[in-house]
């Protein structure tokens, strides 16, 4: 460590209130004291190293420019690969996403839980659920719920671990597979927490569309997102951009998304200060 530079280093930290000079030193202000590595919210661990997933993908902001010039994501461009294709060769990246996703809402979970009726459905699919974390909450709280989470194998194996854990197995499936492709088939619900913003609206339509032919006819699509312009923060809409070539869309931009597969927006639940549920159903079903 060089003693000069480090100076340099802290004093700027003071600068921006993150470090406060003291007769002995420094230390961190209470702003300051989220980034230590025992605050125990993840940031040191995952948001703010360079190898981790949030650190690599924050480091394709170099190539801001290419994403406004062209609408495209950058991170291809700086790393020769898509942000998923880059998960899947490297599972470190993939660990500390995954762990990423289930840390960002754990303490919101029960207010989620909470705030819409989910056992007005006897089955549920999390397509892309992650983890499991919050389909094991929504199991937990109705007893008579059964659900079924898709998600790619790695993750798909985690959240078999979370429903274990948690005494679930017997009211589970775990399908380790893409939303590219065919999903479970029949069921009351089709919950997609986070996953239209993560793509442009040509590869939204097509897991739409695989949600659609997969749902009971009675079936509802259930969309949360930090809706555009009401919950969506600018950090988050250019991220999204920035990294996988999505973005948050506004309510009408659903609407119309979910029109071209028949789907009727019914109802908008607000599920916290950040997240809504959007509440499709097809039209067919006249219900
Ligand atoms: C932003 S995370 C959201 C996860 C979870 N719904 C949540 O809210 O915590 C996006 C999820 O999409 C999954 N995913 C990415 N590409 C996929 C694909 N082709 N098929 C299925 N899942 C995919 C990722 O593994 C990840 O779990």
Redesign the pocket.
């Known amino acids: 460590m060089d003693s000069a530079a480090l100076d340099l280093l802290l004093a700027h930290l003071a600068s921006l209130d993150v470090m406060q000079q003291t007769t002995a030193g420094y230390r961190t202000t209470e702003f300051g004291a989220n980034l230590r590595a025992d605050a125990g919210n993840g940031f040191t661990n995952m948001l703010l190293r360079l190898d981790s997933a949030a650190g690599r993908a924050e480091l394709a902001f170099v190539e801001l420019a290419h994403s406004i010039t062209t609408g495209q994501a950058a991170y291809p461009r700086r790393y020769g690969k898509d942000f ?1 294709a880059d ?1 899947a060769e490297q599972p470190r990246l ?1 660990e500390s ?2 762990q990423q ?2 840390l ?2 754990q303490h919101q979970v029960p207010r989620i839980v909470a705030a819409f009726d989910w056992s007005r459905f006897a089955n549920i699919v ?6 499991g ?2 389909l094991a909450a929504i199991l937990t709280a109705h007893p008579e719920m059964h659900g079924h989470l ?3 194998a790695p ?1 798909a194996a985690d959240a078999s671990r979370t429903f274990s854990a948690h005494g679930l197995d017997d009211r589970t499936d775990v399908t380790a ?5 065919p999903l479970p088939a029949g069921a009351d619900a089709y ?5 239209l ?2 793509w442009d609206d040509e590869h939204a339509h097509r ?1 739409l569309a695989r949600c659609v032919a997969a749902a009971h006819p009675t079936g509802r699509i259930l969309v ?1 997102e930090a809706v555009g312009r009401q919950r969506s923060t600018s950090e988050m809409d250019l991220a999204m951009l920035v990294i996988c070539g999505g973005r948050e869309r506004e309510l009408d931009e659903f609407r119309t998304l979910g029109l071209a597969h028949g789907l009727i927006l019914d109802t908008v639940t607000t599920l916290t200060e950040e997240r809504q549920l959007l509440e499709f159903r097809l039209e067919a079903s006249g219900l």
Do not use: A, P
Not at 126 to 131: C, E, H, I, P
Not at 177 to 181: E, L, R
Not at 191 to 195: A, C, E, S
């Open positions: 998923w998960l993939r996403f995954d996703m289930t960002r809402f999390d397509v892309s659920g992650g983890q974390t919050l898709v998600d790619l993750t597979g893409s939303f590219f492709d919950l997609l927490f986070d996953i913003h993560d897991i949360v």
